[in-house]
Nanobody
Framework: QVQLVESGGGLVQPGGSLRLSCAAS????????MGWYRQAPGKQRELVAD???????GYVESVKGRFTVSRDNAKNTVYLQMNSLRPEDTAVYYC?????????????WGQGTQVTVSS
């Protein structure tokens, strides 16, 4: 079965950095487009960063210049490097993978990892 497992979350002070990792198994990783979503209490889930299988990336405006998404297909892992963290970045961060199979989009989700930015 397909599994996505996030790690690297924790408590960090404003201005600090964290690196999130998401390891995939049970699927050909290179076939997946990957993304990072986050959800804060009382707010809807939002897409933070996205990276397709070819390596092109996209970011929500609020994290541009601070976050970097990357992938290592040999390790079946996608990363989110988060710098200059702000309290408003506090959320549960979820790893997402997606592919098209027989013309149908498939989505896979990790369990989430908590990121808390606080003094």
């Amino acid at each position: 079965q397909v599994q996505l497992v996030e790690s690297g979350g924790g408590l960090v002070q404003p201005g600090g950095s964290l690196r999130l990792s998401c390891a995939a198994s049970g699927i050909i990783f290179s076939s997946l487009a990957m993304g990072w979503y986050r959800q804060a209490p009382g707010k809807q889930r939002e897409l933070v960063a996205d990276i397709i299988s070819g390596g092109s990336t996209g970011y929500v405006e609020s994290v541009k210049g601070r976050f970097t998404v990357s992938r290592d297909n040999a390790k079946n892992t996608v990363y989110l490097q988060m710098n200059s963290l702000r309290p408003e970045d506090t959320a549960v961060y979820y790893c997402n993978g997606r592919q098209v199979l027989s013309g149908r989009l498939q989505n896979f989700w990790g369990q989430g990892t908590q990121v808390t930015v606080s003094s």
